[in-house]
Structures are given as C-alpha cells and as structure tokens.
C-alpha cells in the first residue's frame, strides 16, 4: 500500500512538473531538435483587410547557429544570405547586393529566430500558447521592445516547424508553409558566405 502511494505521489510531482513548464520552455524545446533544416516554402503577405498582395515559393536553408539561405524562385528571383555576422540580400533583377551587419535577429526577419540554438526566447518576448482550431501546436511571440514586427505565431505538426505568421506594424500578415522539411541533413556551409557576382553594385547599410 505503501509502495503504490509512493508511486501515485511521484505521478502526480511529474505532471505537475509538466504543467509548470512555461510556453517559452515549450517552444525552446520545440525548436532545440534539429541543427540543419531544409525545405520549400511558400510565402502569402496580406494587406491589413486581409486581402492578398504578393505570393512567392522557394527554398530555405539553416544551419546553425546563425547561418541561414532563402531563395525565392518565383514570382522573381531575390536571395537572402547571412552566416550569422552579415546578411545579404541579392536581387537580380536590379543587379544589386544589399549588405547589412546583423544585430537583431528579427528586425531583419522573424525567420532568423530558427537560425539560433538556446534561444532565451523569454527575455525577448512575451509568449503563450494558442489554442486554435488551426491543425497542430501553436505558439504566439510578442516583442517586449518595439521592433518590426507586432506578433510572431509558430505552428508545429508533430512537433516539426509547419507554418510561420508575422504581423508587422502596419498590421500586414505574412504567412509562410514548410513542405518537403528535412532536418539534421548534411548542408553546404559554403552557401552561406555569399559571393558578389561580377557586374553586381553592393550597397552598404
């Protein structure tokens, strides 16, 4: 008797134990599984009455900590390059390199929050889950300081990032779905030192 009230007393420490984890803890532990991540994505931005203003489809790579690919093939060609010290954004159309020393993460893109490992996700952000009738786990970042964006929301399936959503200050929503994700693959870290192609202006920021 003694022994099973024991056990039903440690069962019952576990799951309150479980329940005490806060959102931020969830999501850390969420986004702490994977070192690379490869996928397709497609981008939809909606002006702030919802209706549809640009749609674009590409790849994304990560590798952490820091480094991050993203290209966008359609409906016109734009890559966005950072190893974790500088950020490129190369547009060829224009013939233009855009050069930037990264400082915060998230004023240059939401995104760049997978590139990080052990994020503190607390000390920049008020998070709480969500519970919504959309498919999977949700969770909803709100800066504590004024920044770029309004909201962050992360929705995971089976515990593998799905679908990104952020909210600007203009109250424009941008969602981004992952397809075809592939995580802890081996990745060419090359790519992530961007080469200025011959002929290309770069403008410093």
Not at 49 to 72: C, H, T, V
Request: charged share 20%; proline share 4%; glycine share 4%.
């Amino acid at each position: 008797m003694k022994k099973h009230l024991i056990a039903l007393l440690m069962l019952c420490l576990t799951s309150s134990l479980a329940l005490a984890i806060s959102p931020a803890d969830q999501l850390n532990q969420m986004l702490s599984h994977f070192t690379s991540l490869q996928a397709r994505f497609s981008q939809l931005v909606r002006a702030s009455d919802g209706a549809p203003m640009q749609e674009s489809k590409g790849d994304l790579n990560i590798l952490r900590p820091g480094k991050f690919y993203w290209k966008q093939t359609s409906p016109m060609v734009q890559v966005i390059v950072t190893n974790g010290k500088k950020l490129w954004i190369y547009e060829p159309d224009l013939k233009q390199v855009t050069e930037r020393t990264v400082v915060k993460m998230t004023e240059q893109t939401p995104l760049l929050l997978l590139t990080q490992k052990n994020v503190l996700l607390q000390n920049q952000f008020t998070v709480k889950r969500l519970t919504t009738k959309r498919k999977g786990e949700w969770f909803q970042l709100t800066p504590k300081k004024t920044e770029a964006f309004k909201t962050i929301e992360l929705g995971f399936v089976n515990k593998q990032i799905k679908t990104l959503m952020f909210e600007n200050a203009l109250d424009n929503q941008t969602v981004i779905q992952l397809k075809h994700v592939k995580v802890n693959q081996p990745v060419n870290a090359s790519q992530f030192n961007f080469q200025v192609p011959a002929g290309v202006d770069v403008v410093h920021e």
